[in-house]
């Protein structure tokens, strides 16, 4: 069956770089794309980026001078860094199979908190 | 970006009700509207597609309506189980964007 798990430190600096890791299992990576969802606490879920089947990536406008998504097809892995990390990056980050236009299966999360 | 504005923030229902939770976008996303349940500590569950297309699954008292700019999630009778933010999301252009949430809770 379809998987996702995020992973990666739960605790970051601030001003330092967020690195996270999506394994899946269960479909192929150059068959589907790979979204990460990014969630405050309490409030909506935010679009951060997608990795496409064919390699390409799109990111979201607000975050795109700080994101970079990347992948290895090998290890069945999608990777996310994202660097400046302020306390209002602080929330649960979510790794999705983007089925192009909306996201049908989703990985247990992983709260990333931005604090000295 | 599209704005997607979800109301109402919070909606008090009796168990067996039927009840519709509202969405209206910023401007036109035809149907590429989708719609989700995040039970707390959990993560967001697809519930249906392109505004009305139903997910395997799912249970049938759930459904939606709408097209343009303003949609509808119903709950025909709803169950305690049911208590969760539903969340809206648009696919139409990017960046994709979701609602703000509403909240059912018990009256």
């Known amino acids: 069956q379809v998987q996702l798990k995020e992973s990666g430190p739960g605790l970051v600096q601030p001003s330092e770089t967020l690195s996270l890791t999506c394994t899946v299992s269960?479909?192929?990576?150059?068959?589907?794309?790979v979204s990460w969802v990014r969630q405050p606490s309490g409030k909506g879920p935010e679009w951060m980026g997608r990795?496409?089947?064919?390699?390409?990536?799109a990111y979201n406008s607000a975050l795109k001078s700080r994101l970079s998504i990347s992948r290895d097809t090998s290890k069945n892995q999608v990777f996310l860094k994202m660097n400046s990390l302020q306390t209002d990056d602080t929330g649960t980050y979510y790794c999705?199979?983007?089925?192009?236009?909306?996201?049908?299966?989703w990985g247990q999360g992983t709260l990333v908190t931005v604090s000295s | 970006d599209v704005v997607l504005t979800q109301s109402p923030a919070t909606l008090s229902v009796t168990p067996g009700e039927r009840i519709s939770l509202s969405c209206r976008a910023s401007?036109?996303?035809?149907?590429?509207l989708h719609w989700y349940q995040q039970k707390p500590n959990e993560s967001p569950r697809l519930l249906i597609k392109y505004a009305s297309q139903s997910i395997s699954g799912i249970p049938s008292r759930f459904s939606g309506s709408g097209s343009g700019t303003d949609f509808t999630l119903s709950i025909n009778g709803v169950e305690l189980e049911d208590l969760s933010i539903y969340y809206c999301?648009?696919?139409?252009?990017?960046?994709?964007?979701f609602g703000s949430g509403t909240k059912l809770e018990i009256k």
């Open positions: 999705t199979r983007d089925d192009v236009l909306f996201f049908a299966y």
């Open positions: 999301q648009q696919g139409n252009s990017l960046p994709f964007t």
């Open positions: 401007e036109s996303v035809d149907t590429y």
């Open positions: 990795m496409w089947y064919d390699g390409d990536t």
């Open positions: 269960g479909f192929s990576l150059t068959s589907y794309s």
